[in-house]
């Protein structure tokens, strides 16, 4: 049984500095690409960033520069390191597995999903 577990979330002011995991079980882990997702109350799940099993990475077009995906296959685990953190990166952070062909961060693709990490960055 797949189980994706995220820590780190935590309230920074604007500018701070977070580093999200995803700590990943119930497979071979670089098996399938992972994915980091967010959602702010009202608004649709949106793809963060990603990384596939060669160590391609995708990200959405308002985190780059910001946001780094990484993954550590000795230990399992997914990173995302987020930096000059904005209001409007306050959500819920979810990081998803599977296999992928195509758009590493449309979530159409991922049958698997953590409970999320909340991440609140006020002004």
């Known amino acids: 049984q797949v189980q994706l577990v995220e820590s780190g979330g935590d309230s920074v002011q604007a500018g701070g500095a977070l580093r999200l995991s995803c700590a990943a079980s119930?497979?071979?882990?670089?098996?399938?690409?992972m994915a980091w997702f967010r959602q702010a109350p009202g608004k649709e799940r949106e793809g963060v960033a990603a990384?596939?099993?060669?160590?391609?990475?995708e990200y959405a077009d308002s985190v780059k520069g910001r946001f780094t995906v990484s993954k550590d296959n000795a230990k399992n685990t997914l990173y995302l390191q987020m930096s000059s953190l904005k209001p409007e990166d306050t959500a819920m952070y979810y990081c998803?597995?599977?296999?992928?062909?195509?758009?590493?961060?449309?979530?159409?693709?991922?049958?698997?999903w953590g409970q999320g990490t909340q991440v609140t960055v006020s002004s």
């Open positions: 998803a597995a599977d296999w992928i062909a195509g758009n590493l961060i449309s979530p159409r693709g991922y049958r698997y």
């Open positions: 990384i596939n099993t060669y160590g391609y990475t």
């Open positions: 119930g497979y071979t882990y670089n098996r399938y690409s």
